[in-house]
Each structure stands twice: as structure tokens, then as C-alpha cells.
């Protein structure tokens, strides 16, 4: 399973930063997307990182703002959010794919795992 941690409330123009851990498998061998659901609206991916690391994608809405990291060792991958936004609001998912490669990262229904979600609310 995918365990994500972070998230919370923040103001805007503030930072954040999302954990998801594998537990009972690596992930040395998926691909991994993170994903975003805000009210009223379908859920979106937004990121991913490829199997090395070497290779990263992201949404035209965070790009810029948004890294994605993964650290093997520690079987964890990141999401640092910066110059977060009210529209940023939403609750974030991470999904593992066994795959190599980002190319239709956010096709949700080629992931293996997923995350139980985490809310972000960017808020004053």
C-alpha cells in the first residue's frame, strides 16, 4: 500500500510538502503520479516521476510551482508545492504504476496503487 502524509492548511503563496511511502513492496520498479480531486470537480494528474527519477512531468497548472523527488532509499516519493494558490485546494493522491516511463501519466486506470488521500486547503 501507498501511505501519504503532509498536507494540512495553508495561506497562499505558502509551501507544503506530501510524502507517500510504499509499505510492502518497493518502489524502485513504478512509475508514480500524483493526482488531485478539488470540489465538485474530477480528479486530475498533475505529476509523475519516472522509475530513475531522470525524468518528471507536470499539469500546466502546477508547473513551476510543484517539484516531484522520490528518494529509493527511503522507498518514498515527494511532492514539494510552492506559491500555493486557493485553487490549489484539493485532496491529493499518489498512485504507483509498474512502468518505466511518464508517458500517459494521467490515465488513472493503468495504476497499481494508490494513496489514501491527503487534504490541502490553501486558505487565509
Known amino acids: 500500500q501507498l501511505v501519504q502524509s503532509g498536507g494540512g492548511l495553508v495561506q497562499p503563496g505558502g509551501s507544503l510538502k506530501l510524502s507517500c511511502a510504499a509499505s510492502g513492496f518497493t518502489l524502485d520498479y513504478y512509475v508514480i503520479g500524483w493526482f488531485r480531486q478539488a470540489p465538485g470537480k474530477e480528479r486530475e494528474g498533475i505529476s509523475c516521476i519516472s522509475r530513475n527519477g531522470v525524468s518528471t512531468k507536470y499539469s500546466d497548472s502546477v508547473k513551476g510551482r510543484f517539484t516531484i523527488s522520490r528518494d529509493n532509499a527511503k522507498n518514498t516519493v515527494y511532492l514539494q508545492m510552492n506559491s500555493l494558490k486557493s485553487e490549489d485546494t484539493a485532496v491529493y493522491y499518489c498512485?504507483?504504476?509498474?512502468?518505466?516511463?511518464?508517458?500517459?501519466?494521467?490515465?488513472?486506470?493503468?495504476?497499481?496503487?494508490w494513496g489514501q488521500g491527503t487534504q490541502v486547503t490553501v486558505s487565509s
Open positions: 498512485a504507483a504504476d509498474w512502468a518505466i516511463g511518464c508517458s500517459g501519466y494521467t490515465q488513472e486506470d493503468q495504476y497499481n496503487y
